[in-house]
């Protein structure tokens, strides 16, 4: 029986995600294997879980500049020494549960793990493989530390696999497979039957917001979107998901009410059919984390990009626009006038959903367990 620790961690919902896609992948394809799946930071410490939780998401919020000050400056100066002292101090903790559960091998979805992991081995505390799976469509210095200690590098895209194996990685250890996904994302939906469960219209075209997530894209701005959307898109429909944001939720109700948009505009506050909805719909208008990215992509969805936080966000968007998968309104853009640009001239999003093929990978959770466990 091979013994598989999965870490994540806490920080957006795309490494927790792109962790149960891989556990559900190998727990339902391996009998010969027993899967964990822990939080790594909040096994180390909750109270240090809690708190630098909520300073990411404030500075991501209120202070998005100096959320990337430490994002580009993470692996130099005090930042780098700070890091590199509580990963020694924090790998120790992690150390219990992998001497209790004694994996063969490790699988992380976040740096923090990673770090730890390879400390450990560096160490001699553990000899078991180690794989790292890259969330975003971006690489950053913090996924590579000890590289030499890490087996397995999972990308999203080539530019990443270039970028890896200039820093000094060899070729044999980096796989270009993409973001692990639901296998949800490779169903055959019955797209008729979802209009129908949504109250929407099949033969209108459909816009999918994603105005919430666990950050919003600031309160104004966002409301400035669907204003634009509802004023603006006339013959399509438009699904809002305004996340778990009662006041926005609320707002967007309003805004429908207001433009009399009730048969062609939906708010939802939450939902677990993101699959679904995205397979009936046109494009797409969100913040590009990497795993919203990658299953818009898998759907087949031209993305529209807005307000990204600093740091990852920004290099997924600047990967997007560079590969003509996306158009970026950015902050000092007039919205409703980018908007009525893409109204205009549906042209430029024909364009991006044809170019999606070349830049999607829909087996990607099944990639990465095939090449770890079969390999």
Same mark, same amino acid.
């Given at each position: 029986?091979?013994?598989?620790?999965? /870490?994540?961690?806490?920080?957006?919902?795309?490494?927790?995600?792109?962790?149960?896609?891989?556990?559900?992948?190998?727990?339902?394809?391996?009998?010969?294997?027993?899967?964990?799946? &822990?939080?790594?930071? @909040?096994?180390?410490?909750?109270?240090?879980?809690?708190?630098?939780?909520?300073?990411?998401?404030?500075?991501?919020?209120?202070?998005?500049?100096?959320?990337?000050?430490?994002?580009?400056?993470?692996?130099?100066?005090?930042?780098?020494?700070?890091?590199?002292?509580?990963? $020694?101090?924090?790998?120790?903790?992690?150390?219990?549960?992998?001497?209790?559960?004694?994996?063969?091998? %490790?699988?992380?979805?976040?740096?923090?793990?990673?770090?730890?992991?390879?400390?450990?081995?560096?160490?001699?505390?553990?000899?078991?493989?180690?794989?790292?799976?890259?969330?975003?469509?971006?690489?950053?210095?913090?996924?590579?530390?000890?590289?030499?200690?890490?087996?397995?590098? !999972?990308?999203?895209?080539?530019?990443?696999?270039?970028?890896?194996?200039?820093?000094?990685?060899?070729?044999?250890?980096? /796989?270009?497979?993409?973001?692990?996904?639901?296998?949800?994302?490779? @169903?055959?939906?019955?797209?008729?039957?979802?209009?129908?469960?949504?109250?929407?219209?099949?033969?209108?075209?459909?816009?999918?917001?994603?105005?919430?997530?666990?950050?919003?894209?600031?309160?104004?701005?966002?409301?400035?979107?669907?204003?634009?959307?509802?004023?603006? /898109?006339?013959?399509?429909?438009?699904?809002?998901?305004?996340?778990?944001?009662?006041?926005?939720?609320?707002? !967007?109700?309003?805004?429908?009410?207001?433009?009399?948009? @009730?048969?062609?505009?939906?708010?939802?506050? !939450?939902?677990?059919?993101?699959? @679904?909805?995205?397979?009936?719909?046109?494009? %797409?208008?969100?913040?590009?984390?990497?795993?919203?990215?990658?299953?818009?992509? %898998?759907?087949?969805?031209?993305?529209? &990009?807005?307000?990204?936080?600093?740091?990852?966000?920004?290099?997924?968007?600047?990967?997007? %626009? $560079?590969?003509?998968?996306?158009?970026?309104?950015? $902050?000092?853009?007039?919205?409703?006038?980018?908007?009525?640009?893409?109204?205009?001239?549906?042209?430029?999003?024909?364009?991006?959903?044809?170019?999606?093929?070349? !830049?999607?990978?829909?087996?990607?959770?099944?990639?990465?367990? $095939?090449?770890?466990?079969?390999?």
């Amino acid at each position: 029986m091979k013994k598989i620790l999965i /870490f994540y961690g806490a920080y957006g919902g795309g490494h927790l995600a792109a962790a149960k896609s891989i556990k559900e992948y190998i727990d339902s394809h391996y009998d010969d294997c027993e899967t964990l799946m &822990v939080d790594c930071i @909040e096994y180390v410490n909750k109270f240090i879980n809690k708190l630098s939780t909520a300073a990411y998401r404030e500075m991501a919020k209120k202070a998005p500049w100096m959320w990337k000050h430490v994002y580009n400056n993470s692996d130099s100066g005090v930042l780098s020494i700070i890091s590199e002292s509580s990963n $020694k101090l924090m790998s120790r903790k992690l150390n219990v549960i992998l001497q209790e559960f004694k994996p063969d091998l %490790v699988i992380s979805t976040h740096p923090f793990s990673n770090q730890m992991c390879t400390e450990l081995k560096k160490r001699h505390k553990i000899d078991c493989k180690i794989a790292t799976v890259l969330t975003d469509m971006a690489p950053h210095s913090q996924w590579i530390v000890n590289k030499e200690y890490i087996d397995y590098f !999972f990308v999203a895209n080539k530019d990443m696999k270039e970028s890896l194996s200039d820093s000094g990685i060899p070729d044999f250890k980096i /796989f270009l497979t993409g973001i692990p996904l639901s296998n949800r994302f490779l @169903e055959n939906f019955d797209k008729e039957k979802i209009f129908n469960e949504f109250n929407l219209d099949s033969s209108k075209k459909t816009i999918l917001f994603f105005a919430g997530g666990e950050f919003g894209l600031g309160r104004k701005r966002t409301h400035l979107v669907f204003r634009a959307l509802l004023r603006l /898109f006339k013959t399509s429909q438009v699904i809002a998901i305004s996340g778990r944001n009662n006041k926005m939720n609320q707002k !967007f109700k309003e805004l429908v009410s207001l433009y009399h948009a @009730e048969n062609r505009a939906i708010v939802l506050d !939450f939902t677990n059919k993101v699959p @679904e909805l995205m397979s009936i719909s046109d494009f %797409v208008i969100t913040k590009p984390g990497g795993l919203t990215t990658s299953e818009a992509l %898998v759907s087949g969805l031209p993305i529209v &990009v807005i307000n990204p936080i600093p740091g990852q966000e920004e290099e997924n968007a600047e990967f997007l %626009v $560079k590969n003509h998968l996306a158009v970026w309104i950015k $902050k000092d853009d007039n919205i409703a006038r980018a908007l009525k640009n893409l109204y205009r001239h549906p042209e430029i999003l024909n364009e991006i959903r044809n170019n999606i093929p070349n !830049f999607a990978k829909p087996n990607s959770t099944e990639n990465i367990c $095939k090449i770890l466990l079969e390999d």
